[in-house]
């Protein structure tokens, strides 16, 4: 759990008035570009799924710096919901373990994760893991605007948790770099997108999440 105090005035602004955020690499990034993904397919080869890159310390230090990017030195709790996905290239969406969840969602209800001010009390942080981040067609992260949302304060309504009707033409497209984060509330409608060959060159993209 975090508060918007603790958080840069702008990062807090935008969570508030739109719902999502993303922030570049960290200037001083002392990772590989590879590590991660070459670990992903060095598991996916001997038949593990991507979680398993939760094993390795190089994940949790990547998790710490991108917390401390985020909220500075301020003293915030890790939720158990950590987790790692990489998408395939050649696989469809929904068949495989660590693939994209394409159903636009939210992380929490409403009241679940605001104050009696309703001021967000956490935050949901995707990280992608690959070189060339999260592009438009090989996977990115969709989160639809709070002012496009008419559920988003109503957490009793039927349609405040069902939300199937919202397309990738409603939502905005989160353009993250390798190691960046894109960030939002969790009551944020959001849905991770699929890789599209035969629109893109890059890479699936490959990525860490947690609250």
Known sequence: QTSLAHLDPNLANQITTKGFHVLP???????????????????????WPPQFLLMYDETWQLLRDSVHQITGDSNVTIESDVNVWSLHRNDPPGSYIGGNFVGPHRDMTFDACHDDDEQPTSLSVWIPLNQCGATEFNGCMRCLPIESDDFFYCPLHPRHSTNSHYTDDDAEKLLVEQFGCAIWDPSTVHWGGSYEPERCEEEPRASLAFT
């Open 25 to 47: 690499s960290p200037k001083h990034n002392k990772y590989s570009p590879v590590a991660f993904t070459s670990t992903l397919k060095a598991l996916a080869d001997a038949g």
